[in-house]
T-cell receptor, first 113, second 111 residues
Framework: NAGVTQTPKFQVLKTGQSMTLQCAQD?????MYWYRQDPGMGLRLIYY???????DKGEVPNGYNVSRLNKREFSLRLESAAPSQTSVYFC????????????FGQGTRLTVV | GQQVMQIPQYQHVQEGEDFTTYCNSS?????IQWYKQRPGGHPVFLIQ?????EVKKQKRLTFQFGEAKKNSSLHITATQTTDVGTYFC???????????FGQGTRLTINP
């Protein structure tokens, strides 16, 4: 039972570099999300995908892009990393967004220098 | 947009003391969920409340959903060191069904 798998677990980027965070779930969930967590700020929604083929902006989408590749996979891309994007990123999935429990991945700790 | 506020932000207790965290939404919620995140870990679902005035218990944890479905609380009786972590409430944003989290309450315990 893998659940939600995120890669990588840790990453250090230089300002201006790009990278993609990968997320996959094996629970046949419809909805997938990306959150970032900063000290004292809780979990802030970056982007979400209510179902395969759809994506929508969350609270803090600037500087990010997403792709719902198929029902299992939802990736987050930083085109030009900035120090303000230093954070812990969590991918999550749920059968029905908002109305059923969300399952979280282990997180990616990203540092931009 | 919808806001979900949680208080307090931090709480330090002696082992054996009780602990309560409160969650307030700016809008009526169809349901509210509670999550626990251990230090260095990821959020893990604890419970979902759906009905107005609902109360649910999980061993030493008691969860309440307000009559107006705009507030909720989590109460832990006789805390243990295993209760250490950050507790989040979350609710779906009305209309959009996005899951919005509160800022969390970080609980630390003196053994």
């Amino acid at each position: 039972n893998a659940g939600v798998t995120q890669t990588p677990k840790f990453q250090v980027l230089k300002t201006g570099q790009s990278m993609t965070l990968q997320c996959a779930q094996d629970m046949n969930h419809n909805s997938m999300y990306w959150y970032r967590q900063d000290p004292g700020m809780g979990l802030r929604l970056i982007y979400y995908s209510a179902s395969e083929g759809t994506t929508d902006k969350g609270e803090v989408p600037n500087g990010y892009n997403v792709s719902r590749l198929n029902k299992r996979e939802f990736s987050l891309r930083l085109e030009s990393a900035a120090p303000s994007q230093t954070s812990v990123y969590f991918c999550a999935s749920a059968y029905l967004e908002g109305n059923t429990e969300a399952f979280f991945g282990q997180g990616t700790r990203l540092t931009v220098v | 947009g919808q806001q979900v506020m949680q208080i307090p932000q931090y709480q330090h207790v002696q082992e054996g003391e009780d602990f309560t965290t409160y969650c307030n939404s700016s809008t009526t919620l169809s349901n509210i969920q509670w999550y626990k995140q251990r230090p260095g870990g990821h959020p893990v679902f604890l419970i979902q409340l759906v009905k107005s005035g609902e109360v649910k218990k999980q061993k030493r944890l008691t969860f309440q959903f307000g009559e107006a479905k705009k507030n909720s609380s989590l109460h832990i009786t006789a805390t243990q060191t295993t209760d250490v972590g950050t507790y989040f409430c979350a609710g779906p944003e009305s209309g959009a069904q996005k899951l919005v989290f509160g800022q969390g309450t970080r609980l630390t315990i003196n053994p």
